[in-house]
């Protein structure tokens, strides 16, 4: 394929290859042209960091009594390289709340820099003489705080209310 003839078709192409809708051959035949190309290698490079951006989850902060509630703003995981462990860090962390609760209702998944945040998000609290929660993990986060033990750290309520009226008065 001639990837400089037609600038439009490159573009697709690049779309096609993040969104892995290529065929192996197509894949292959690309990602060798990619290597050698600076001029294809820059623009995947700016389509990669665009793709991230637009699919960058926030985390919405709201207040119930006296309690700080986090909640992520759409689908969300908690993973090395996603976003929305960025995000929640840089929430949890500006705050010096002693009640907050994270909602996990949107996030699909856990790895271990996600565990890892969880625990640092927890240690925060619990320096500035506080608590922290956790509300609706879905079943695969609550498998894997299982698995790890971190269930008998961290709290985990499926009903906002209970999880509210769990914090000390």
């Given at each position: 394929m001639q990837y400089h003839q037609d600038p439009l078709q490159r573009e697709q192409l690049i779309r096609n290859y993040l969104l892995k809708r290529l065929d192996a051959g197509a894949q292959e035949?690309?990602?060798?042209?990619?290597?050698?190309?600076?001029?294809?290698?820059?623009?995947?490079?700016?389509?990669?960091?665009?793709v991230s951006g637009l699919a960058?989850?926030?985390?919405?902060?709201?207040r119930l009594e006296d309690v700080l509630v986090l909640q992520f703003s759409g689908p969300a995981q908690l993973t090395r390289d996603s976003l929305g462990l960025k995000s929640l860090l840089?929430?949890?962390?500006?705050?010096?709340?002693?009640k907050v609760?994270?909602?996990?209702?949107?996030?699909?998944?856990?790895?271990?820099?996600?565990l890892?945040?969880?625990?640092?998000?927890?240690?925060?609290?619990?320096?500035?003489?506080?608590?922290?929660?956790?509300?609706?993990?879905?079943?695969?986060?609550?498998r894997l705080l299982r698995l790890t033990r971190l269930d008998?750290?961290?709290?985990?309520?499926?009903?906002?209310?209970?999880a509210l009226e769990s914090f000390p008065k």
């Open positions: 035949a690309f990602e060798s042209h990619y290597l050698v190309c600076q001029e294809c290698f820059e623009e995947l490079g700016a389509s990669e960091l665009l960058e989850t926030g985390v919405d902060q709201r840089q929430g949890m962390l500006a705050q010096k709340d002693t609760l994270i909602d996990l209702g949107r996030v699909s998944r856990i790895d271990s820099a996600g890892g945040l969880l625990l640092r998000c927890y240690s925060h609290a619990v320096h500035h003489q506080g608590m922290l929660k956790l509300l609706n993990p879905n079943a695969e986060v609550e008998e750290v961290l709290e985990t309520y499926h009903d906002e209310q209970q």
